[in-house]
């Protein structure tokens, strides 16, 4: 049973930190390009980073790439989602997704082409 499951959300205070954890299962994990969305209540889904299966390069939106950083330990299955500086508006449910992709690159703002997502964790950010 293929399985993605986010971990690590919670509530922070504006400018704190949360690392955000997706354990996958079930396929074969190296061969995949996972990336990382969100959804915040009543907006699209949005596209945040992705973490390719080959050589571990990353891509990040623009309104994101100076505060998180992705990353993948494939000896765990895991990547991992660092936010820094969170604001406000990073209030959102979070998932990661995965794709077969043996890449370099990959494309975190396509989501129709990610095959498995996880559940979802919920980031809260507060003053």
């Known amino acids: 049973e293929v399985q993605l499951v986010e971990s690590g959300g919670g509530l922070v205070q504006v400018g704190g930190s949360l690392r955000l954890s997706c354990t996958a299962s079930?396929?074969?994990?190296?061969?995949?390009?996972i990336g990382w969305f969100r959804q915040a209540p009543g907006k699209e889904r949005e596209g945040l980073s992705c973490?390719?299966?080959?050589?571990?390069?990353?891509y990040s939106a623009d309104s994101v790439k100076a505060r998180f950083t992705t990353s993948r330990d494939n000896a765990k299955n895991t990547v991992y989602l660092q936010m820094n500086s969170l604001k406000f508006e990073d209030t959102a449910v979070y998932y990661c997704?995965?794709?077969?992709?043996?890449?370099?690159?990959?494309?975190?703002?396509?989501?129709?082409?990610?095959?498995?997502w996880g559940q979802g964790t919920q980031v809260t950010v507060s003053s």
């Open positions: 079930g396929f074969s994990f190296d061969d995949y390009a």
């Open positions: 997704a995965a794709y077969f992709f043996k890449s370099r690159f990959c494309d975190y703002a396509s989501a129709h082409e990610y095959n498995y």
């Open positions: 973490i390719a299966s080959t050589e571990g390069h990353t």
